[in-house]
């Protein structure tokens, strides 16, 4: 039983520990060794504490043979990206000047436990490993030099990486050392290492998934957390464990969240799509390899017809944002706005500035209603190159970091400003590293969105395990 349990899903692995066919401690012991085995060539996890792990495990099946109600992830390790908190263990951010042990969970990690599931540990994020600068924001576009003993790698190719910034999440998912990974997405961060590694990556509408951050109080406008997983039901499971009020985040949404597994293999018959190359404006940014990558996934598309959707090209064009997130310039800061401080929210800001990038995001605001009143959903590229090597990656982000942030996120920061729901799926491979299908939403359309994912996957599914797993 213990090999077959690499490429369980989360649900699947729920069902056994629920019915006493296979136990916790079974489950947690067969991941945290293969995390052994791999992780000095993924280098996927940043922290681990595997005694408190199987004293969790143990904890768990108790609860079962006890007979007690058991959560919708009873007994399942996850892991979750390192600027998330998780009490007792280090926290660690040299480009902020932060270290030490959480003092607490943040409300992802209440929330993943509450479910019943196992914290096993948290993975790398990329640009933490180098020496601290002036970028001192966890979801900035600009990096820190990187530390290429601690980087995560791609596990389709270890000379490649796995994007950036929920990296080690993505590896880890992708080379099965865990089933799932929270990450968190400030222009792309889970939808493009989902992308870039064979996975599925989850950026949930702006609020639906709470956050807080007491030694850091701030609130985040355009960057959320949400689930890396390998297929679109467990991405519906665990976004509908996250999801929902809480009144410690005052841009939390109020109302319940839907009900995202109830409808999620009802079908496609019937649904409206667009398709999109570019948004008008990404092919400026291409490489060599971006034509092939676009007319795969552009296919993969419009074969969704054979499943009764419609599906056509939109005409509709937004403009760029040229940046990787983030304010623009004379806008406020959007990312994080530092509460209780001591300190002003933002900087002094010219008003005609601040007035000219407000009146940029109500005009592309503006296309996706109108476009959103035509078709149910938009697809595109998540990212319209593969995974890059160390070295190009490297070059790119220390000799043009905010260049390179526009040309990385060129197909998913758009959401990230404007607050739309969008999830990266796999959808095949070019030059043999893994492409991506982006679905993107009007807001809180996380419901319809993964019907489609799942009905994608369903129809077109991805066997394949990358050579490091």
């Known amino acids: 039983?213990?090999?077959?349990?690499?490429?369980?899903?989360?649900?699947?692995?729920?069902?056994?520990?629920?019915?006493?066919?296979?136990?916790s401690v079974e489950v947690v012991d067969h991941f945290l060794n293969r995390i052994e085995k791999l992780n000095p060539q993924l280098r996927a996890f940043a922290h681990l504490d595997p005694d408190t792990v199987r004293r969790q495990a143990e904890v768990a099946d108790a609860a079962r043979q006890r007979g007690e109600a058991l959560g919708p992830l009873h007994g399942v390790p996850v892991s979750v990206k390192e600027n998330l908190a998780v009490a007792g263990l280090p926290y660690s951010f040299p480009r902020k000047g932060e270290s030490g042990i959480s003092q607490y969970d943040a409300i992802a990690v209440e929330r993943l436990r509450a479910a019943g599931a196992i914290v096993v540990g948290t993975n790398t994020m990329q640009?933490?490993?180098?020496a601290a600068t002036a970028q001192t924001n966890p979801e900035a576009a600009l990096m820190s030099s990187y530390n290429w003993d601690r980087e995560a790698r791609n596990p389709w190719d270890t000379g490649r990486v796995p994007g950036w910034s929920s990296s080690g999440g993505a590896a880890a998912v992708a080379a099965g050392l865990l089933p799932v990974a929270i990450g968190s997405d400030g222009g792309g961060s889970t939808r493009l290492p989902a992308?870039?590694?064979?996975?599925?990556?989850?950026?949930?509408t702006r609020g639906l998934i709470p956050?807080?951050?007491?030694?850091r109080p701030s609130l985040r406008f355009s960057a959320t957390n949400g689930p890396l997983t390998r297929s679109a039901r467990d991405a519906a499971l665990v976004t509908q464990v996250l999801a929902g009020p809480d009144g410690r985040d005052y841009i939390c949404i109020t109302d319940e969240p839907g009900d995202y597994l109830a409808a999620l293999t009802d079908g496609i018959a019937g649904m409206r799509l667009a398709w999109t190359d570019d948004f008008g404006y990404a092919s400026r940014e291409a490489s060599a390899e971006s034509a092939r990558v676009i007319e795969l996934v552009r296919q993969s598309a419009f074969r969704l017809r054979d499943l009764g959707a419609t599906v056509a090209s939109t005409d509709q064009t937004w403009e760029p944002a040229n940046r990787g997130g983030g304010p623009a310039p004379g806008e406020p800061e959007v990312y994080s706005i530092?509460?209780?401080?001591?300190k002003a929210p933002a900087i002094p800001v010219d008003p005609a500035e601040y007035k000219h990038a407000a009146e940029w995001r109500a005009r592309n605001l503006d296309g996706f209603r109108t476009l959103f009143r035509e078709y149910?959903?938009?697809?595109?590229?998540?990212?319209?190159?593969?995974?890059p090597t160390v070295s190009t990656w490297d070059e790119n982000w220390t000799a043009r970091p905010a260049e390179y942030a526009v040309t990385y996120t060129s197909h998913t920061v758009l959401c990230n400003l404007l607050g739309l729901p969008a999830?990266?799926?796999?959808?095949?491979?070019?030059d043999d590293m893994p492409v991506g299908l982006q679905i993107i939403g009007p807001p809180r359309a996380e419901a319809q969105i993964f019907r489609l994912a799942s009905a994608f996957q369903q129809a077109f599914p991805r066997r394949e395990h990358p050579p490091m797993s």
């Not at 640009?127 to 180098?130: E, F, L, Y």
């Not at 530092?338 to 001591?342: F, H, L, Q, Y």
């Not at 149910?376 to 995974?387: F, G």
């Open 1 to 23: 039983m213990s090999e077959e349990l690499t490429w369980l899903s989360a649900g699947e692995l729920r069902a056994l520990i629920g019915r006493g066919d296979v136990s």
């Open 127 to 130: 640009g933490t490993g180098g």
């Open 195 to 204: 992308a870039y590694s064979g996975i599925f990556g989850v950026h949930p």
């Open 211 to 215: 956050h807080v951050n007491y030694a």
């Open 338 to 342: 530092d509460v209780g401080s001591g």
């Open 376 to 387: 149910d959903l938009l697809l595109s590229v998540t990212s319209q190159h593969i995974a």
């Open 423 to 430: 999830v990266s799926v796999p959808c095949g491979f070019i």
